[in-house]
Antibody, heavy 119, light 109 residues
Framework: EVQLVESGGGLVKPGGSLTLSCAASGFTFNSAWMIWVRQAPGKGLECVGRIKPKTDGGTADYVAPVIGRFTISRDDSKNTLYLQMNSLKIEDTAVYYC??????????WGQGTLVTVSS | QSALTQPRSVSGSPGQSVTMSCTGTSSDVGGYNYVSWYQQHPGKAPKLMIYDVSNRPSGVPDRFSGSKSGNTASLTISGLQAEDEADYYCCSYAGSLYVFGGGTKVTVL
């Protein structure tokens, strides 16, 4: 069974940093395309960024509002996906989900972790 | 990338059918057959309901169906049931990333 467990959320001040983790199990993580999606309180879903497996180059793409501030990485030896968030803004407040990407669909999702940016 | 356009809400009585639209552009919905739909109940993670425009993952009832014409995709729920009351989000591949709709709240009257 595919399982994704996010952690690392919490309260951080504007301008601060936070790193989220997504522990994966039940599938071959090192060959998986992975994505981070966020949902601001009472709002819709927004793709944050996606990372390819190392066999496809291991590069990541990001949505415009987070370019230069967020970095997605992966540790295939630990079956873990990361989202490093710097220079956080109030508008980054959201539940952050990780998900697997299979052929154009977001197949399995974690339960999410809440990030609150507030002074 | 702009969000896809969905109606804010649709409603129907149990047993009825409801259809919701998802309008994008030729750079997303119209350009790829990678349209998917997600159901989200309050406080829960989204769940994949339809992928590749019209395919259902195993375990999703056949009451759920999807289609696409040009830059607009649609999700139809036939034989509406109480447990179908939720938010539904469309999503399309857009070249390197994915773009979502704003969500449609389905109310079962």
């Amino acid at each position: 069974e595919v399982q994704l467990v996010e952690s690392g959320g919490g309260l951080v001040k504007p301008g601060g940093s936070l790193t989220l983790s997504c522990a994966a199990s039940g599938f071959t993580f090192n060959s998986a395309w992975m994505i981070w999606v966020r949902q601001a309180p009472g709002k819709g879903l927004e793709c944050v960024g996606r990372i390819k497996p190392k066999t496809d180059g291991g590069t990541a793409d990001y949505v415009a509002p987070v370019i230069g501030r967020f970095t997605i990485s992966r540790d295939d030896s630990k079956n873990t996906l990361y989202l490093q968030m710097n220079s956080l803004k109030i508008e980054d407040t959201a539940v952050y989900y990780c998900a697997t990407v299979i052929s154009g669909r977001l197949d399995a999702w974690g339960q999410g972790t809440l990030v609150t940016v507030s002074s | 990338q702009s969000a896809l356009t969905q109606p804010r809400s649709v409603s129907g009585s149990p047993g009825q059918s409801v259809t919701m639209s998802c309008t994008g552009t030729s750079s997303d919905v119209g350009g790829y057959n990678y349209v998917s739909w997600y159901q989200q109940h309050p406080g829960k993670a989204p769940k994949l309901m339809i992928y590749d425009v019209s395919n259902r993952p195993s375990g999703v009832p056949d009451r759920f169906s999807g289609s696409k014409s040009g830059n607009t995709a649609s999700l139809t729920i036939s034989g509406l049931q109480a447990e179908d009351e939720a938010d539904y989000y469309c999503c399309s591949y857009a070249g390197s990333l994915y773009v979502f709709g704003g969500g449609t709240k389905v109310t079962v009257l």
